[in-house]
């Protein structure tokens, strides 16, 4: 066995551990990334072609991290001379009736960071964007400046990038324990070595608690199989697709939305969904008891009268594809970024609860900062843990 030293350790490469690296690397902090499985993998939350971006969110510390996160998704872009980001807009429709206050939030987030965008009154959405109905309780915003990431092209350029500005990046190497030691150093095991540095960075996505249970700590994040849907476009004009200018779609229902993406990454098919899954164990993900099959089943039939109220031609009869995928999700659908309560050398990033893709960049910074020990670049307030009531402390 040999011993090996970094300044920082990230445990997890998807999305967010990637561009933590990017930041530590722009710091020249020597990092070491551990990832459990070879590239690119199927098996966290960060795989799949397209993720939504937007400043649309009624929550301002969501809105605070997206002129960063946009910044640098086109800096990727230019490093990795690809298109990465396909601007669609989205549409994001409230029932006024019932949502009023949500809907100001939103307005009043895309005013304060300067967002292009326009409000459309319910009966007048299918008209701007034909292919959608709604009555005249709903109204729209639409915020131009918003659209689809290239999911596992964005993962597999920042991969490249990381790797150039000399991050070590260790694939297949899964971390089997994180140990604070005296003299505030970290052991890190791994299947193959032991490894020390300064601090640790958990990015573990739903494998988060496997880690932490050992430390002391378990965070509240329920682990849910959500299943992605695609449905035949049956226009005759090809309504749907991005490049006949249709609009993401965000159709908000309690705390969770249903949501919709131009048909983009398969001809003639669209992303339809509904932001809930069922729960499951991410090593057996597509193990599915009879019981969880009815759940899943349910959700597909949401989806379904969802296209059915407001889709005028999309094959509601069944998805002709499904992909799976995992969200992490905390009680109140937001980010946990925090340091460990006992250890300050240990930093979390978990929680990000099937909307942590576009923030990536910026939540990257903010862990990178804290592990450094430098002023978070955001208020870290609303991600701290000890808003979680129900933290076990093992
Ligand atoms: C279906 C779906 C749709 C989504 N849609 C959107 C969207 O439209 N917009 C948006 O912003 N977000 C969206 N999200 C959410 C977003 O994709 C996730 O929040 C984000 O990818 C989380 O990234 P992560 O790096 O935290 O986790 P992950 O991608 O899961 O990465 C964690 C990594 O850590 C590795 N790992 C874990 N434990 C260890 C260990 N012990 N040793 C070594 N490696 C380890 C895992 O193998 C994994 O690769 C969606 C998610 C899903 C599933």
């Avoid at 990334?33 to 993998?41: D, G, I, S, T, V």
């Avoid at 809105?63 to 669609?88: C, G, N, Q, V, Y």
């Avoid at 959405?125 to 959608?132: M, S, Y």
């Avoid at 994180?178 to 996505?205: A, F, M, N, R, W």
């Amino acid at each position: 066995m040999t011993d090996q030293y970094a300044d920082v350790i990230i445990v997890g490469g998807g999305i967010v551990g990637l561009w933590t690296a990017y930041h530590l690397a722009q710091h020249g902090t020597k990092t070491i990334l551990f990832e459990q499985f070879a590239y690119p993998h199927t098996r966290g939350s960060s795989h799949g072609q397209s993720r939504i971006t937007r400043t649309s969110y009624c929550e301002p510390e969501y809105a605070a991290l997206m002129p960063e996160s946009f910044r640098k998704w086109e800096e990727l872009e230019d490093h990795a001379r690809k298109k990465l980001f396909i601007k669609t807009g989205l549409l994001t429709v409230y029932d006024v009736t019932k949502r009023a206050d949500d809907f100001h939030s939103i307005l009043k987030n895309l005013e304060t960071h300067k967002v292009n965008h326009e409000v459309v009154s319910g009966d007048k959405i299918g008209k701007r964007f034909p292919g959608l109905m709604f009555d005249s309780m709903h109204r729209g915003i639409h915020d131009a400046d918003s659209g689809v990431l290239l999911a596992d092209q964005c993962v597999g350029a920042l991969r490249s990038l990381v790797l150039r500005k000399g991050i070590e990046l260790r694939e297949s190497e899964q971390v089997l324990s994180v140990k604070p030691l005296h003299g505030e150093k970290v052991s890190v095991k791994t299947v193959k070595d032991t490894y020390h540095c300064q601090s640790v960075i958990l990015t573990c996505g739903p494998y988060i608690n496997k880690l932490l249970e050992k430390n002391n700590l378990k965070l509240p994040v329920e682990l849910l199989r959500v299943q992605v849907t695609y449905w035949k476009d049956t226009s005759s004009k090809d309504k749907y697709s991005a490049s006949n200018g249709f609009p993401c779609v965000m159709i908000p229902h309690g705390l969770a939305c249903f949501y919709c993406m131009p048909s983009l990454e398969y001809s003639g098919l669209m992303k339809l969904g509904w932001h809930i899954g069922t729960p499951c164990d991410p090593t057996a993900r597509d193990q599915l008891t009879p019981e969880w099959r009815r759940a899943a089943d349910s959700h597909i039939e949401a989806i379904r009268k969802n296209i059915q109220t407001h889709y005028t031609d999309v094959d509601s009869s069944d998805p002709a594809l499904i992909e799976s995928c995992i969200y992490t999700e905390t009680p109140d659908r937001n980010f946990i970024i925090d340091h460990h309560p006992e250890h300050r050398n240990i930093v979390i990033g978990s929680g990000f609860s099937g909307h942590g893709f576009k923030t990536a960049p910026s939540v990257g910074h903010m862990l990178a900062n804290m592990a450094l020990g430098l002023q978070p670049p955001y208020n870290p307030e609303p991600f701290a843990l000890r808003r979680c009531s129900s933290i076990s402390r093992l």
